[in-house]
């Protein structure tokens, strides 16, 4: 069918890169290689041939810039592409990609951009502070993409909302990310490979499962899209969070080529759009720190490796804590500490309430990149032959413990024992200050066979098993409880730096450390052991009653060890609110277990367990 329209072409503005609505049309600005051909195609939705074919000529351009004015142009209804030196091409700055439904396909030609109109929002950002917030973190595509995980469209944006219930249950504030923006699958051809002391090999065809690498970052990733409408079923994903109570946050991977404003454009894009809570950054690059200092930025979370102490504040203490330090030293520290090597309990006890006035502190003990916290108690090797690299790939040192053997164990010892140390990472994860982040699937002790880098495992290593066993039942109750008791209790979760000192004049310092002594830290090199305590006074519930005195006794030796009760104002007395050395764990609200110490005030606490007292009125 021959194409009627009678088109208005005229110069464009080369300020604006992407395609922008400019009246009853639209604003194309693409960057073109000097001396490179260029010609900009439109198509109608869903038809082949293209309706308009726009030359682009290197004489209009403005440096490397070539920007032209097309009306009439109607989002919704027309897709757009570039053709440079003979190659068709996306435009970088597009909104959305029509085709790419299939995850992992490799595409003959470039996809096509789409007009599309603004998403239109429901909800804004929920600006939960860091100290009442819990991340829960996972992949788009790998968490529900498991035919066990029983959502209807798995693998999709769509499907990740049906799970909106189970999150919610869980007890997490903040759901993050892994990059949701359109990236390439496949982005070169497979070649050959030569690796020293081997013959010439095919490469393996292997898939960005994670999507850690340049993209369109504007546009929501279209195979995460069950309707073929990304843009539109992102933005109802966000607001279905919102309306839970769940925050959205995002990562992004940039290289070090990229500008920190193009960075800043790409974020206020998602935030305004789609009202997303925060980021976390990944490559080299100061864009976090720049971020921070927009006012636009001023109320979202950012997330990233460190900050100068310039972006800190230099002490100044801001409204509203915007900076999270992603804490790579806590898994490493914590890792250690789990399984009883010694030499760590310093660092340890210093991690455990690290906080600050002026930005948060990001604790996990498993992320996207390494073992998962199941893999940590039953692996001490990686196992990564998978991944086509000959084991070559993926960290080195994971500081994991395998509990006496390598991989699946049917001795009820070794699995009993990898509970109890994963019971002991979750309570030392959600009484620590910071503010704690999950890995998806971790809470139901989800595996990856031992492989520590399965970014290209699009498959049952990669995605979260659903096929939940009773272990995993019991697991994901015990983080339940635990979530819950940390938000009961604000002296687990301030928000900011605490003291060693009784600066209110309570009778007990805001906090102290104690040991087989009262108010005394046996910090030594062999030492596996540490007490905790948390006066409840120096935090109160939102109606204005103080919070109760928190107690929390780590022993990661493997052998039981006496700590020493602090004496508590007249009427009170401690009671056990969670043992990691019982099956149960923790004790349901209001049966709390009354403490007997004995003649010298003290208590005995099983071998690698950790024990949560609670100073209660008698």
């Known amino acids: 069918m021959q194409e009627k329209t009678e088109w208005k072409i005229t110069p464009g503005s080369p300020l604006r890169m992407g395609a922008f609505p400019w009246r009853d049309g639209y604003n194309f600005a693409v960057e073109v290689p000097e001396g490179a051909v260029a010609a900009l195609y439109l198509y109608r939705s869903g038809e082949q041939r293209p309706s308009l074919t726009v030359p682009l000529p290197e004489k209009d351009r403005t440096g490397q810039v070539s920007a032209v004015r ?33 995850f992992g396909r490799r595409d003959r030609e470039a996809a096509r951009c789409r007009l599309i109109r603004q998403p239109e929002m429901e909800t804004r950002p929920l600006a939960i502070p860091y100290e009442d917030s819990v991340i829960y973190k996972t992949h788009v595509r790998g968490f529900t993409e498991q035919s066990a995980s029983k959502v209807k469209d798995r693998g999709t944006f769509r499907g990740l909302e ?3 219930p189970y999150l919610k249950s869980l007890g997490i504030t903040t759901l993050l990310l892994m990059p949701v923006c359109e990236f390439q699958e496949l982005p070169a051809p497979a070649g050959k490979k030569k690796t020293a002391g081997t013959a010439e090999r095919a490469e393996i065809e292997r898939i960005n499962y994670w999507g850690y690498e340049k993209a369109l970052y504007l546009a929501p990733k279209a195979a995460y899209s069950a309707t073929g409408r990304p843009a539109e079923e992102f933005a ?109 309990l310093g660092q340890a006890a210093w991690l455990l309430r690290r906080n600050s006035d002026t930005m948060a502190y990001i604790n ?23 991944n086509g690299e000959e084991n070559q790939d993926g960290c080195n040192t994971n500081y994991t413990w395998n509990c006496g053997t ?28 910071g503010t704690p982040m999950i890995y998806g699937g971790d809470e139901f002790l989800n ?6 880098n399965a970014w290209c495992q699009d498959n049952e290593v990669g995605w979260i098993n659903w096929k939940k066993q009773a272990a995993g039942e019991q697991m994901t109750a015990f983080v339940k409880r635990a979530l819950a008791f940390r938000m009961a209790h604000p002296v687990l979760h301030r928000s900011g730096a605490v003291r060693e000192t009784d600066y209110k004049n309570l009778g ?63 009427g009170t007395r401690w009671y056990a609110a969670a ?30 367990s950790v024990m949560i007292l609670v100073g209660k009125q008698e």
């Open 70 to 102: 097309v009306c009439p142009l109607e989002p919704g209804e027309w897709e757009y592409r570039y053709k440079i030196d003979g190659r068709w091409q996306e435009d970088p700055w597009a909104l959305e990609i029509s085709g790419r439904r299939q």
């Open 162 to 164: 049906e799970k909106i």
């Open 236 to 344: 109802h994903l966000v607001d279905a969070l919102h309306r839970a109570g769940i925050e959205c946050m995002l990562e992004f991977y940039f290289d070090r080529t990229a500008g920190v404003r193009s960075v800043l454009d790409i974020l206020a894009y998602w935030l305004t759009t789609y009202r997303v809570d925060g980021f976390h950054l990944l490559g080299e690059g100061a864009w976090a720190e720049a971020a921070a200092g927009e006012p636009l930025f001023r109320k979202t979370k950012l997330l990233y490796l460190g900050f100068s102490e310039e972006a800190r504040g230099s002490g100044k203490i801001p409204s509203c804590r915007t900076l999270g330090e992603y804490n790579l030293s806590y898994e490493e520290t914590m890792r250690r500490f789990l399984k009883g090597d010694g030499g760590c």
């Open 364 to 386: 996990f003990f498993a992320d996207h990149d390494g073992f998962t916290m199941a893999d940590m108690v039953s692996y001490e090797q990686k196992h990564n032959e998978a």
């Open 406 to 433: 390598e991989g699946p164990s049917r001795k009820y010892a070794v699995r009993r024992l990898r509970l109890r140390l994963l019971r002991n990472a979750f309570l030392i994860l959600l009484t620590s200050q």
């Open 447 to 452: 595996s990856q066979g031992g492989n520590n």
């Open 508 to 570: 007990l310092p805001e906090m102290s450390y104690h040991s087989q002594r009262a108010w005394v830290a046996d910090l030594e090199n062999g030492s596996r052991r540490l007490g905790i305590l948390y006066c409840g006074g120096y935090a109160s519930h939102a109606d204005g009653r103080p919070d109760d005195t928190v107690y929390i006794l780590y022993n990661m030796h493997w052998e039981p060890h006496a700590f020493a009760l602090p004496d508590l104002p007249e």
């Open 579 to 608: 043992d990691t050395g019982t099956e149960e764990g923790f004790f349901e609200s209001g049966k709390e277990r009354a403490v007997e110490p004995d003649d010298e005030k003290r208590i005995m606490v099983e071998p690698r």
